[in-house]
């Protein structure tokens, strides 16, 4: 018997969406299948979300905000702006290595292209951790592309998350190389020195 929607609160649903968001994506889940692993009525789901955009972006700063709240701890502590640097690639690497569901989210959003999408999540999303890191890096390199930095930043981490699957049968690949520590480590040393930086 499904159980009535009273039992399951718009938090719930969320939570029980985005892992499969991030098996299917947006155009392979439907509300149905999001109500079948609810329990309850296709119809019900339209009580909390009036459509399917609504509860994927929804869904999507769900999965993003306690990784806000990190973000934003880590920009805001005191000292020099190479710490601040240090912290925030160290915080950014330890939740992005714990979420597969949301860098599978972010990787499928990237795929698909969906424009509406895509502007919605920069926006309700990424904004303000984005502006953050452009400050910072603005304070690091003075009159530097601060966009291009911040994407770096991203990206550096994010790529050797997204590529440890590959990563262990190219040559010098090790286990340790999958620890959030040594990717954060790295990344640090490679924004702060250049190539210098990695000499161990």
Do not use: W
């Amino acid at each position: 018997m499904t159980r009535s929607v009273k039992h399951k609160s718009k938090t719930d649903i969320l939570d029980l969406a985005i892992p499969l968001f991030a098996q299917s994506g947006y155009a392979g889940v439907s509300m149905r299948d999001i109500a079948s692993v609810v329990g309850i009525r296709a119809a019900s789901l339209y009580h909390h979300f009036p459509d399917k955009q609504t509860l994927y972006l929804q869904a999507m700063t769900r999965a993003f905000e306690d990784k806000a709240q990190g973000f934003a701890e880590a920009l805001t502590v005191t000292g020099t702006p190479r710490k601040r640097l240090a912290g925030f690639v160290q915080i950014f690497t330890m939740l992005m290595s714990k979420d597969p569901n949301f860098r599978a989210l972010l990787q499928r959003e990237l795929l698909d292209g969906d424009e509406v999408r895509l502007k919605l999540l920069a926006r309700e999303v990424f904004r303000e951790p984005f502006i953050a890191m452009e400050s910072l890096a603005d304070e690091l390199v003075p009159g530097c592309d601060t966009h291009m930095v911040a994407i770096s930043i991203a990206s550096l981490i994010l790529y050797h998350l997204e590529t440890a699957p590959l990563r262990r049968y190219l040559p010098g690949g090790k286990a340790k190389h999958n620890k959030p520590a040594v990717i954060a480590d790295h990344v640090t040393r490679l924004l702060l020195n250049g190539l210098k930086g990695c000499a161990q």
